[in-house]
């Protein structure tokens, strides 16, 4: 078995792919999985992750996604990739990056989730807190001015002998 290679991406907030970051983009058709933490914005954008990963995509709606998008993804997922469990789940709190992450660990904490996946604070993140490894990619768009973080993601190695290894990604 080889290394496998997941791409996480969240809050891209785009009507079109024609914004979407080539880098990521080289990413995810690079990738073997693609994890996505809601507001995709436009149902275009999740058609076209979904047709370029298949069955090989996993993705959770946002607080700004439209009805069409919550017709066809839950608002939380849990899920297994090489016996990995792994909680994923875009919490609609607003506030600080601790209240999103303190939700998000509500959402699973009855659970006995491995990685826990959130987005919605366009911050990304990368703790390890006890047993649990928690994730967030940032947001997945480029933006002209302003003065926020940049566009993020994270790329998750799950090595054949079962390291766990998570990187975060700057777009500038």
Same mark, same amino acid.
Request: charged letters at 25%; one cysteine or more; hydrophobic letters at 35%.
């Given at each position: 078995?080889?290394?496998? =290679? @997941?791409? @996480? ?6 009507? %079109?792919?024609?914004k979407?970051?080539?880098? @990521? ?9 693609? *994890? $996505? ?13 979904? #047709? ?16 069409? @998008?919550?017709?066809k ?10 016996? *990995?469990?792994?909680?994923?789940? $875009? ?11 303190? #939700?998000?660990?509500? %959402?699973?904490? &009855? ?13 990304? &993140?990368?703790?390890?807190?006890g ?12 933006? =002209? %001015? ?27």
């Open positions: 078995m080889l290394d496998l =290679k @997941i791409i @996480i991406i969240g809050d891209t907030h785009l009507r %079109s792919m024609d979407f970051p080539d880098k @990521i983009m080289k990413e995810i058709n690079n990738s073997d999985w693609l *994890i $996505h933490t809601g507001d995709f914005i436009s149902e275009s954008v999740l058609e076209t992750f979904i #047709c370029i990963k298949q069955d090989n995509f996993i993705g959770v709606y946002g607080n700004a996604d439209p009805l069409s @998008i919550r017709k993804l839950t608002h939380k997922r849990k899920f297994s990739i090489n016996n *990995i469990r792994f909680g994923l789940v $875009h919490p609609a709190a607003g506030g600080r990056d601790q209240k999103a992450e303190k #939700c998000a660990y509500r %959402s699973f904490e &009855k659970s006995e989730i491995e990685i826990l996946i959130f987005g919605h604070t366009h911050s990304a &993140k990368i703790e390890k807190r047993r649990l490894l928690i994730l967030n990619p940032g947001k997945g768009y480029l933006e =002209k %001015s302003y003065y926020g973080p940049s566009a993020s993601y994270i790329v998750l190695v799950i090595s054949k002998e079962g390291g766990i290894n998570p990187t975060i990604k700057y777009v500038e």
